[in-house]
């Protein structure tokens, strides 16, 4: 659905999460209507919107100009144009030139004032955070109890070892304090190498191998930081954590704890469907 600003937006969002920012005040650039409610556009926020191309961490809530945050989405409008287009119907790729990406905060009330407090609900953002850290660090710690079933050299993650999560991941769901993964064991990642013969009987100790790395690198209490080239919503941010012996980044849009000990424990769960096609992965926080 198109939604018509009426007015010259005139720029990218400027965004602060990444900083781990949760308050802020901006200057309105544009409302409209947004299916029966109202979203409104600021300079900069420190909300995080849904990502409508990898939808992994739900957006933040809180309030804008005292108005409670029903949904916060990605919008884009072709410079120059006052049509915003919403989430999936965004027509074009992330960071296409010539178009600006926007924050769209969506309220049952219509934002009035010229300038806005932004205020995001912190206890939630810490909550999804620590599953978004904890997403990360499983799917190193999986790529690791993994290594002995490939038969072909394939991309490497930044410990070294065969990166399965980025080879077969269908879906990652972040949820508070912890992540659902799905990845798809199909012919063409047995084309690639991969053997899932004995997978389901060795399952019990691959999660064991894997809950024993996440226990050390909790312990560790490594450093995790995101790296963004700009403030633009489109800066392409990479998250970066310092773990025992190596340094390891993976392009990241989301938020995240500071330091693995933050996270108290990781563990995971991992099923197998029945006919062996899929493997889902369970990380829960404590």
Known sequence: MLHDVGMDIGG??????????????????????????????????????????????????????????????????????ETVHLGPDIPVRRGTPGWSWLVVHVTDDPVTDAEVELAVDAEARRSLSAGHTACHLAAL??????????????????LGHPDFDQAAITSSRIVPGGSVDVYRLGKSLRRRGFSAEGLAAELPEIAQRVDALLKEWVA???????????????????????????????????????????????????????????????????
């Open 141 to 158: 710690a999986l790529n690791a109890a993994l290594a002995g079933r490939w038969r072909k050299e394939v991309p490497a993650d930044g």
């Open 220 to 286: 560790a209490d490594a450093p995790v930081r995101i790296d963004s080239p700009g403030p633009e919503l489109t800066a392409r941010r990479t998250w970066h954590c310092g773990l025992p012996g190596a340094e390891v980044s993976i392009p990241c849009g989301g938020t995240h704890l500071s330091r693995t000990s933050e996270l108290g424990s990781v563990g995971v769960t991992l099923e197998l469907s029945e006919d062996g096609a899929e493997l889902t992965m369970h990380t829960v926080t404590g």
């Open 12 to 81: 990218s969002t400027s965004v602060s999460f990444p900083r781990g920012e949760v308050r802020g005040r901006s200057t309105v650039v544009a409302t409209f209507p947004v299916d029966g409610r109202h979203g409104t556009v600021v300079a900069e926020t420190p909300f995080h919107p849904l990502d409508h191309t990898w939808p992994d961490q739900p957006a933040d809530t809180g309030t804008i100009g005292g108005l409670p945050v029903a949904d916060c989405v990605t919008g884009a409008v072709m410079d120059g144009e």
